[in-house]
């Protein structure tokens, strides 16, 4: 009898595990709170590509759940480059237009150029709803700027994810500084709080390291159905320290890492039981000496050329490795 009230314990608390993985919200800051990552960053369009930004604009998507129905906004932490949190060349003479886009023509899965991966495709695509340039302005130095409100109904509807999506651009239109900025997505116009089922996403993740020895940040792509293999690019690594892919089937598998202004691409293979959930790939900074101010680019496709999401929240939870998974892949078959 013991036994039995136990196991139905055990039954119930991974039953709750695996309920709060998939309704957790936490998908409304971004970076997002599991990635550990201080800033996003967008190079002025006069910056050098050795600083660590190869195109000079990032594009996230914002997915919120039909069912949500009342207006919500977009925060923009520190929109100005100036002051302080941002990377000053010379003078700070950058100016970097942040857009907001829902409609048709947003949604990534059905409009690759969307992504914002290649130059001269129309990363713009849908209707404009907001849009505002920033310089060096103490109002919104180390503060927050709100984009909204918007109408959840103005998005472009994805049936799979039954979910509307917007797209944030971020553009260093005219100067050389590094604007450092993050996302909050929210149902106030003047505090963080966030949407249930909301969550962001990006296809080319340009971040900012910690300053500092110890921290170590995430990212975590979104395994689909039908990936047997996937290839990684890192830019502008710095050689600063290592990348390793963990995953519930991985331990920790190292990636070949850039230094300076230069791409690195690896293949990594995927293991059916790390199909449908996320990997974490973690970024730990060289010990021996610190690496200041390191700014990087992260894009991964499958077998098929297709760019993988990064979620901000990542879907199915931060993935742990389970050593069984090892095990029960070399048992002979019976
Ligand atoms: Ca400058
Ligand atoms: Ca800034
Ligand atoms: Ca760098």
Known sequence: MKLKKSKFKILLILYFLGFSMFT?????????????????????????????????????????????????????????????????????????????????????????ESRGLLKGLNYKSGNLLASRIFGNEARYDNNYYT??????????????????????????????????????????????????????????????????????????????????????????WDNDGTILVVSRYKQGIQIPISNEDNWVTSNIPIEPPEVGSSLDFQFHKRQDELVKNNNVVITLENQRGDNLKFYSSPIGGVPIYQPQMRVEKVKPKK
């Not at 709170?33 to 930004?53: R, Y």
């Not at 949190?85 to 970097?96: A, H, L, P, R």
Request: aromatic share 18%.
């Open 147 to 236: 984009f909204g409100p918007f109408n959840p109904s103005e998005g472009d509807f994805n049936t799979k994810w039954n979910s509307y999506m917007f797209k944030i651009v971020c553009e260093g239109i005219s100067g050389d500084d590094g604007n450092l900025y993050k996302y909050f997505l929210s149902s106030d116009p003047d505090n963080n709080i966030p949407i249930e089922g909301a969550n962001a996403f990006t296809y080319a993740y340009h971040f900012r390291m910690w300053n500092d020895f110890k921290s170590v940040s995430h990212i975590y792509p979104y395994i689909d159905t039908g990936t047997v293999y996937i290839r990684q690019s890192n830019f502008d």
């Open 24 to 112: 957790r919200v936490s998908g409304q800051p971004v970076p997002g709170k599991d990635e550990n990552i201080p800033f996003l960053v967008t190079f002025g369009k006069d910056g050098k590509t050795s600083w660590g930004d190869y195109d000079f604009h990032q594009v996230f998507f914002f997915s919120i759940l039909k069912d949500y129905t009342k207006p919500f906004y977009i925060r923009v932490f520190d929109p100005d480059c100036g002051g302080e949190n941002d990377e000053i060349q010379g003078v700070f003479d950058t100016k970097t237009m942040f857009s907001v886009y829902g409609g048709k023509g947003v949604d990534p899965e059905v409009n690759p």
